[in-house]
């Protein structure tokens, strides 16, 4: 089992074939964290290279991801508590109005599989959610999505609002989704903007000092 043949099953969605793979891996005794450290990490690190260089797409970023879903289901029973990944911890939703989730759920599969610990809280969310879940998870990061210019501005408000909340000065705040730019970022006082899934895995890991 190796990266390369990782990329090409994830790439093509070939979900039981990948299962196959890492199952075979570990019945072989080979350390469940190398697997998913040296392996698929890599792998999926690879595929959002590859996905913000414009040599694969958005369909082929999505299969991946269910696939990567699919293998973390089986290594994760065997990890150690926090073993395997940073332990860091990212809380994901889309802001208040907004009801996308295809993008939001693409970034948080890839920040799993890049070792961080990601709790979604899905769509619609209010300052007040993520000011609820940024302290009752010990986030580090919290990554806001929207999809919709009408609702971009309401992404101020929340990083006004985690600004002033207990956990404001030990957050990082991310932001994206399609209308999102890096100049918006910066004027509502964002500490990163990633213009994919791909780069939200070494935008995330930058703000932590983990590249």
Excluded: W
């Amino acid at each position: 089992m190796n990266t390369e043949q990782v990329v090409a099953l994830f790439t093509k969605g070939k979900v039981a074939e990948s299962t196959k793979l890492v199952q075979e891996s570990i019945d072989r005794g080979d350390d469940v964290e190398l697997i998913l450290n040296q392996v698929l990490i890599k792998a999926m690190e690879q595929i959002g290279d590859k996905f913000s260089e414009g040599t694969i797409f958005l369909p082929e970023m999505m299969v991946s991801a269910r696939c990567m879903q699919a293998c973390l289901l089986i290594l994760k029973p065997l990890l150690n508590s926090g073993a395997g990944s940073s332990g860091e911890i990212v809380v994901i939703g889309t802001v208040k109005g907004d009801l996308h989730d295809i993008g939001k759920n693409l970034v948080a599969t890839m920040l799993e599989g890049g070792g961080f610990r990601v709790f979604d809280i899905g769509i619609d969310i209010s300052v007040d959610k993520y000011v609820q879940a940024a302290q009752e998870h010990n986030a580090r990061i919290v990554c806001l999505s929207s999809l919709l210019t009408s609702t971009m501005p309401y992404m101020r408000q929340v990083i006004e609002g985690l600004r002033a909340s207990p956990v404001g000065g030990n957050i990082k705040i991310m932001v994206g989704g399609a209308p999102v730019n890096e100049d918006y970022a910066r004027k509502i006082g964002a500490d990163g903007f990633a213009p994919d899934a791909g780069m939200a895995v070494k935008k995330a890991k930058e703000l932590l000092g983990l590249n």
